[in-house]
């Protein structure tokens, strides 16, 4: 296995199609997991859409700093390669970086994969409320029409990572504003669709 920077193009076809959310996030970097060369996983990391999350996280001095891993989608997702993909793009983004990712409670998402790579914990996302026709269209709640029926957002389990060396992550670490909490535990499901991606090979 072997996890390389790709273009965020290339990831595309699995975001819209196997991918449960089946749309596209904002994509500042993008990575693949390739196995004798062929693509078989992408991950997704871009800024997050909450301004406040990203100053609520370490604070205003570490506002820039901060990314979303907004998407995770494998062919096979057969057993170490979710975790491997993850732990090598870690390595791969410039530093310091404070990354955050969300397992949908909606979804029966625990988050078992960030606690293998040693994300920290920071307990569930604030309680929210949504036009209720986003869950029906699957069209992000930034681009609903106003005036319609709010429901309550199913919340999400929030993990936190630190990429840099031990100084930056020391201070990125003093400086996390958010209560390190327990892991959760419970029954989990697959982060994608079953959807099928036409396999991309490349020549290294």
């Keep these: 296995m072997k996890v390389k920077s790709i273009k965020n193009w290339e990831t595309y076809d699995w975001l819209k199609f196997k991918h449960y959310a089946k749309r596209l996030p904002s994509i500042s970097f993008s990575f ?8 078989t996983g992408v991950i997704t990391y871009g ?6 999350l990203c100053e609520g996280i370490c604070g205003e001095k570490y506002r820039h700093d901060v990314l979303e891993l907004n998407r995770l ?13 993850i732990a090598h793009s870690l390595k791969l983004l410039p530093t310091p970086k404070i990354v955050v990712s969300y397992a949908d409670t909606a979804q029966h998402h625990v988050g078992y994969i960030y606690q293998a790579t040693n994300f920290i914990y920071t307990g ?4 929210r409320t949504d036009p209720e ?33 031990k100084r930056q992550k020391r201070e990125l670490l003093d400086s996390l504003n958010y209560p390190i909490e327990p892991y959760p535990k419970g029954k989990t499901q697959r982060y994608d669709s079953g959807g099928c991606v036409p396999v991309q090979r490349q020549m290294f």
């Design 32 to 39: 693949g997991l390739f196995i004798e060369n062929d693509l």
């Design 47 to 52: 800024l997050p859409a909450s301004p406040s």
């Design 73 to 85: 989608c494998l062919e096979n997702n057969k057993k170490n390669e979710a975790s491997y993909l």
């Design 124 to 127: 569930l996302s604030a309680k």
């Design 133 to 165: 026709n986003c869950y029906l269209t699957n069209v992000h709640n930034r681009h609903q029409p106003s005036g319609q029926p709010q429901v309550e957002r199913p919340r999400k389990h929030r993990y936190v990572y630190f990429c840099g060396n």
